[in-house]
């Protein structure tokens, strides 16, 4: 019993500690936005971007997102962390949907 409890106590200090290591990411309006890519997950299709007003997105894409460098659409692992990119998005709640992706560089 003791042990239970002794578990279940260092369960309680943990969960605070987890939410506290949770990334926070920022919702905007809908627009458009220049930023850098801070990370790329490439199994869930998404990416987070650091604006340069300093908001971070995190951004999943769908199967509309259009992802284009210059006039020609690439393919999703062209994305790179420190990419430079402009994101048009829609806010739909507390969600931000990717209308389209451009890598600038």
Do not use: N
């Amino acid at each position: 019993m003791k042990k239970i409890k002794s578990l279940l106590l260092a369960f309680l200090f943990m969960v605070p500690f987890l939410y506290a290591c949770e990334e926070k990411t920022d919702v905007v309006e809908s627009g458009t936005y220049a930023g850098t890519i801070q990370e790329v997950e490439a199994d869930k299709s998404e990416i987070y971007v650091l604006t340069d007003d300093g908001k971070l997105l995190e951004l999943y894409f769908t199967e509309t997102t259009t992802l284009t460098q210059g006039s020609e659409e690439v393919a999703f692992d062209q994305l790179q962390e420190g990419g430079k990119v402009e994101v048009e998005v829609e806010k739909v709640g507390q969600r931000l949907d990717p209308i389209a992706v451009r890598i600038v560089e």
